[in-house]
């Protein structure tokens, strides 16, 4: 099944402390309902002040270390569709659903 990286967010909490470590805090947990119907659960990028419950997001792939070794992992996250005539500064991809992030 191929599905799109663009939907809604449903719901959102600022997580302050990982049980497991392995994310440094504070960091933003959603749900987004993406527009072929499945909702999935990604940790979103932005501020929580910039977050708002039926906004418009869209699917970036990060590059996070990974733990107790020299490689990257590739996560999926989400973060706030601009808003029109606003410009991120980074290319989409090339069927428009997923981005290229770095988190260094």
Same mark, same amino acid.
């Given at each position: @099944?191929?599905? /799109? ?11 302050? $402390?990982? /049980?497991?470590?392995?994310?440094? #805090?504070p960091? %933003?947990v959603?749900?987004?309902?993406? +527009?072929?119907? *499945? @909702?999935?659960?990604?940790?979103? &990028?932005? $501020?929580?002040? &910039? ?5 418009? @997001? $869209? ?8 733990? #107790? %070794?020299?490689? &990257? !992992? =590739? &996560?999926? $996250?989400?973060?706030? =569709? *601009? +808003?029109?005539?606003?410009? !991120? #500064?980074?290319? %989409? #991809?090339? /069927?428009?659903?997923? +981005?290229?992030k770095?988190?260094?």
């Amino acid at each position: @099944m191929k599905l /799109a990286g663009k939907g809604v967010l449903l719901s959102f909490a600022v997580v302050h $402390r990982h /049980a497991g470590g392995s994310i440094e #805090g504070p960091f %933003t947990v959603g749900e987004i309902a993406l +527009d072929a119907g *499945p @909702m999935v659960r990604a940790v979103l &990028e932005g $501020r929580e002040e &910039e977050l708002a419950i039926g906004q418009r @997001m $869209r699917a970036v792939l990060w590059a996070a270390p990974s733990p #107790g %070794t020299q490689q &990257e !992992t =590739v &996560e999926l $996250r989400f973060e706030k =569709v *601009p +808003d029109a005539g606003q410009s !991120t #500064g980074r290319v %989409t #991809g090339a /069927a428009g659903s997923v +981005d290229n992030k770095s988190g260094a």
